[in-house]
């Protein structure tokens, strides 16, 4: 199986795989991989299963993450679990779940434990924190980045489909791709930081790893709304994915501005992945960064540094010792893109109180804002695209700018070190960047995080399918008022749309069917023809049914759909096609028979 949310969710509402069989095997996995270091603390198990257990009573239709085993950054509260932020002295014990967490459970989540991380979330490295150094799953001696080191690491090694980091200047993007998996950032105030260790209050954001960007985006649309928990929580209407634009305009960095200080198999990668969006049929429009650049330097020489330091202002004065220096200068020999330390001793904020709001320097953040708005103007389509490499603070400016960003693989190069880019738009685009964003992923075709797990095929973008419903492709005898298409009405079948096949397949005119029927069989990508069908939704249990009718020689298969997607539907098998006539030129089995059954003239 493959172990994408979308298909535990899907196994579990089948019954093919219980929940508690699911947290069964993170808890096995994790201790398989026996590296201490992701986790800080981990659930009971026997809690975590018996939690399972009871999801199975509710209505698991009204549950988009039924089951799902989940990792939570330790900077993020758990009922339960300590919260430390990675530093022992400053734990505590929450009185509740942080708002992020209770709407992962109440969309049907089970968490598994608190991940590790940078201390106090201030680091991009991941090797700041006196519970160790998680070991990158994709090259042992690469730093596995940070902040968000355990919760990616988590995902990347298959311990869990899904994880929550946070996202203050890159924390949420860096480990992502540092780990060859998605890293989604949104908008701020999107999701409630009620509950998470403020890192800098007004720029912090609950951040979601996973395998694909489908089930990062499901995650999002269970914990998006507002929230009067958090001051900083806005209601920000999530829009619906999308297919793929016909014409986009895609901003890129100026020649010159991007720095891959002698790194060929990086600006190499670049390359690449710039070719691939020209290949998806994206227009690039070359922009100056400067306006990002300029907005970076104000995370560090503006009031947010103060905002960080009142958090740990109390113990810093009484246990000065238990805060870790931030000294980046031992990475335990791993390599690193990143050579920044944060040192939180000398942050010159000693006369910072509680009510410090960043307000500082708005003349130099306002004019960056405003040039910032002018490159999305001048890219058209609101999206930039930059890579996440060592250059620049090419990621810090990001939350300064109120943008929602989007970290995804892009490629593994010659040394397995995984190249990942950032997709990156004004706020409340998050819906935008993804609908974008998962088809240059699946046209990767990367295997997901570590274990070699293969992409799964788009799942179209359908409106009207309920939590319990499975949509079907259908090509011949039960289209609509076709000879067959009762079959599907009496199970309750729905039309949702007809659309057609990638130019992958031939459709010929069985021989000896009642009545008669066409057989679709797969060919090499682009030898075939686009093939006319109708997508139908039935319910699981009369998918079940309908599928145990199908008689030989016609099965169910995985379809690509014209915009990339995989459906299910009707394939032949390719032993039945001989003497079969060729009918891919009419371009549907509606068309063939309309002429077959034509009055001759």
């Known amino acids: 199986m493959t172990e994408t949310v979308a298909a535990i969710v899907a196994a579990h509402r089948a019954g093919t795989v219980s929940p508690a069989r699911t947290v069964a095997r993170s808890f096995q996995r994790i201790r398989d991989h026996n590296d201490p270091a992701i986790f800080i603390s981990l659930r009971d198990e026997r809690e975590a299963l018996a939690e399972a257990e009871t999801l199975t009573k509710k209505d698991t239709a009204q549950l988009p993450l039924y089951g799902v085993p989940v990792a939570v950054k330790d900077n993020i509260d758990v009922l ?37 991380l940078d201390q106090f979330a201030t680091g991009l490295v991941g090797v700041r924190s006196p519970y160790g150094i998680p070991n990158n799953p994709m090259r042992g001696d690469l730093i596995p980045g940070g902040s968000s080191s355990g919760s990616a690491v988590a995902v990347s ?9 946070t996202d203050t200047a890159g924390s949420g993007r860096v480990p992502a791709m540092l780990n060859n998996i998605v890293g989604l950032k949104p908008s701020l105030g999107l999701i409630s930081t009620a509950g998470v260790v403020p890192a800098c209050r007004t720029l912090d ?46 901003g890129v960095p100026r020649q010159g501005q991007l720095i891959f200080f002698g790194d060929k198999a990086a600006e190499n990668a670049y390359g690449d992945a710039v070719a691939r969006w020209i290949a998806l049929g994206a227009t690039l429009v070359e922009c100056d960064l400067e306006p990002f650049y300029e907005t970076a330097r104000l995370l560090y020489e503006g009031p947010w540094v103060a905002e960080r330091y009142l958090v740990i202002r109390n113990l810093l004065a009484s246990s000065p010792d238990a805060i870790s220096p931030g000294d980046a200068r031992d990475h335990g020999g791993r390599l690193t893109p990143h050579r920044r330390g944060y040192i939180c001793r000398t942050i010159p904020a000693a006369g910072a109180t509680p ?15 405003d040039s910032a708005d002018r490159l999305f103007d001048c890219a058209g389509a609101g999206q930039s695209d930059r890579t996440q490499q060592p250059a620049r603070h090419l990621h810090q ?59 799964p095929p788009l799942a179209p973008l359908l409106t009207g399918v309920s939590g319990d419903e499975i949509a079907i492709a259908v090509v011949g005898a039960h289209l609509s008022g076709m000879a067959l298409n009762g ?44 093939i006319q069908l109708e997508l139908w939704a039935l319910s699981a249990a009369a998918f079940g049914k309908f599928v145990a009718s199908i008689p030989p020689p016609l099965s169910i298969g995985t379809i690509r759909l014209a915009d990339g997607s995989g459906m299910k539907g009707f394939l032949v098998e390719p032993a039945a096609i001989d003497g079969a006539r060729d009918i891919s030129a009419f371009g549907g089995w509606r068309a063939f028979m309309a002429e077959a059954t034509a009055p001759a003239k």
């Open 80 to 116: 339960g679990l300590p919260t430390t932020a990675a530093c022992p002295a400053f734990a505590y014990s929450p009185t509740h779940d942080a708002t992020s967490v209770a709407r992962l459970r109440a969309a049907g989540v089970i968490v598994i434990g608190k991940t590790n």
């Open 487 to 530: 079959e599907l009405k009496a199970l309750g079948g729905r039309l949702l749309q007809a659309t057609a096949t990638a130019p992958d397949y031939k459709l010929y005119a069985l021989k000896g069917t009642t009545p008669p029927k066409p057989g679709m069989l797969r060919v090499k990508p682009g030898a075939g023809s686009a």
């Open 397 to 455: 400016f990001v939350n300064l700018l109120d943008l929602c960003g989007l970290a995804l693989p892009a490629s593994i190069r010659s040394d397995d070190i995984p190249f990942g880019i950032t997709l990156l738009a004004p706020a409340g685009h998050d819906a935008q960047l993804a609908s974008i964003g998962r088809v240059f992923h699946a046209d990767t075709r990367l295997a997901m995080g570590s274990r070699n797990l293969q992409q």
């Open 205 to 250: 954001c609950v951040s979601i790893f996973s395998l694909t960007v489908d089930d990062a985006m499901t995650a999002l649309a269970a914990m998006a709304g507002p929230d009067g928990a958090d001051p900083f929580s806005q209601h920000r209407p999530l829009a619906a994915m999308q297919p793929f634009p016909g014409q986009i305009r895609l």
């Open 355 to 369: 009510h410090h709001r960043a307000c500082f320097c708005p003349s130099r953040r306002t004019g960056a804002a």
């Open 157 to 165: 090694a298959g311990l869990v489909p899904l994880a929550l980091g």
